[in-house]
């Protein structure tokens, strides 16, 4: 019979464990050391390893060896425990067994010694979804528990748990296991299973489990019950994705302001029934991989193998980072709006043109280094000079905003690269150049303007969103109310750590 990957390789030693090193490290050393705690409360996402290692410990404890970081696995102890028909290892199920009953029973049996094993352990998976009585009765049991008793809780919603349960426990944080080691693990499962398959589409199968091994295992399973033991064609459609030569097309049109190929792009996507939203992540996650590049950030790249990681290079080096962030906002902003927009391809093509429209940006960092070489090369000499010479300049705070204007920025930016770094005599002969004063002055107004032009596309997104719902003859209230949340909700930055996590505090630090 036919048994799912995730099943068979399912770990049944701390060392067959992935992802989770500190955890493992700390548990073994508490069994050896004999410190195990009476309650553990294991969080993290789904399928990143919180049960297996909840029954390796109980194993542990309990082994007739034991108690042994390295449980026999042919033990009584072990075998029952692994197959789940330990009396004394009792797992419950929290989601369906949310009642305060069920803590009743367990109240009750937990009093009695063990009948075959040193520890009676419970396990509770999803512990969150107890309810308040049956986390009042359970607390009761946890502060003076029998000595023969151990609690392992599992949770992927920790926040849900009281904090009266939580003080009581010893908690471990499960982290999203890395794309990479995912890989490697599909690659060894792969040869073991004699299935033979690309690097590519392992890295496609990998990363769309976004971190879970079990999902990455059940996905797999779906590939092969596709492809057969021969998986060369590419993956991404069978499950759902833009395959990774569209995307690239995409973007290679996008770079080279090629309008119309990104519009054929968009259309073959649209065609080919793919989840537009998902395309959305996927296409945020190709722009997000080039910034990382950019940054020299290389090892963060982590769903692309190195020949992929090479082809992004030339995209790296024709934007700056101010261009890459902006970009990912207006691909994030669009995600968001698909779920009110009735027209996806309309929106994909709307998102394509204001990709084509962002201004020209120098880099922050870069502007600042040639503000203070400006500022030190020319330090005032006649005080009266300035408003004579911004007068001069003719650049005035209520001038009118436009795109245009924005670029032009650019091109000053420009002119003044090709000038020499020393001091050009004004007219006046004051020692600040005309030029560089002009210049002086668009950098300190660049975010005013940029600010300016993004109130100005909010606007014109919420009064598309309006006509589309208009047309639909919804109310348009919670639009805006939506869209005024949204530009309370924190910057491009906030916008991309929620969406990428730690590996952008990593970048925020250096
Ligand atoms: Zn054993």
Redesign the pocket.
């Known amino acids: 019979m036919y048994q799912v990957l995730a099943r068979k390789y399912r770990p049944k030693i701390f060392d067959e464990i992935i992802g989770q090193d500190a955890i493992i490290q700390t548990l073994k050393n508490a069994v050896v050391n004999d410190r195990v705690s009476h309650a553990y409360i294991f969080t993290g996402t789904r399928g990143v390893g919180k049960t297996s290692i909840a029954r390796i410990l109980a ?1 542990s404890i ?5 108690p ?1 970081a390295n ?9 029952q425990i692994q197959n789940g028909n330990s009396v004394d290892v009792i797992e419950i199920d929290g989601a369906s067994n949310t009642g305060v009953d069920s803590i009743r029973d367990l109240k009750e049996s937990i009093i009695y010694s063990p009948q075959s094993f040193r520890f009676k352990i419970y396990i509770i998976d999803e512990v969150h979804m107890l309810s308040n009585s049956a986390f009042n009765a359970l607390l009761k049991t946890l502060e003076e528990p029998p000595a023969h008793a151990k609690f392992i809780f599992a949770t992927t919603e920790i926040h849900k748990v009281p904090e009266t349960i939580l003080s009581r426990c010893q908690r471990f944080n499960f982290k999203r296991i890395p794309t990479k080691i995912i890989f490697d693990k599909l690659k060894e499962i792969a040869l073991a299973e004699d299935v033979s398959v690309t690097d590519e589409n392992l890295m496609v199968i990998a990363s769309l489990a976004d971190g879970s091994l079990r999902d990455s295992l059940s996905i797999f399973d779906t590939a092969i019950s596709y492809f057969g033991k021969d998986i060369k064609e590419d993956v991404s459609q069978v499950l759902g994705l833009t395959t990774k030569s569209i995307i690239f097309n995409l973007i290679n049109a996008l770079f080279a302001k090629d309008y119309e190929s990104s519009i054929k792009a968009a259309r073959e996507i649209y065609e080919s029934g793919a989840d537009l939203r998902q395309f959305m992540k996927q296409a945020a996650f190709y722009i997000r991989n080039i910034l990382i590049v950019k940054l020299k950030y290389k090892d963060l790249v982590y769903d692309l193998t190195d020949e992929e990681i090479n082809a992004l290079i030339p995209f790296a080096e024709q934007k700056s980072t101010e261009e890459l962030l902006d970009m990912l906002d207006i691909i994030i902003n669009a995600d968001m709006k698909y779920q009110r927009i009735s027209s996806p391809l309309l929106m994909l093509e709307l998102t394509l043109f204001r990709l084509f429209n962002i201004p020209q940006k120098k880099d922050v960092q870069e502007l600042i280094s040639r503000l203070n070489n400006l500022k030190a090369a020319y330090a005032p000499e006649a005080p009266g000079a300035h408003a004579g010479i911004a007068e001069q300049s003719g650049l005035k705070n209520n001038d009118k905003i436009t795109a245009t204007d924005t670029t032009s920025d650019a091109a000053t930016m420009k002119n003044s690269n090709s000038a020499p770094d020393k001091p050009v005599k004004s007219a006046d002969g004051n020692g600040y150049s005309l030029e560089h004063e002009k210049l002086f002055d668009h950098f300190l107004k660049t975010d005013e303007k940029l600010n300016e032009l993004n109130k100005k596309t909010e606007s014109a997104d919420s009064v598309i969103a309006d006509t589309a719902k208009q047309s639909r003859g919804e109310i348009t209230a919670d639009i805006k109310s939506d869209s005024a949340d949204k530009k309370e909700s924190g910057g491009i930055i906030e916008n991309i750590k929620e969406i990428f996590g730690s590996g952008i505090e990593r970048i925020e630090k250096n």
């Open positions: 194993k309990n082994c007739a060896d034991g042994t449980p026999c696995g042919i033990c009584p102890a072990c075998v």
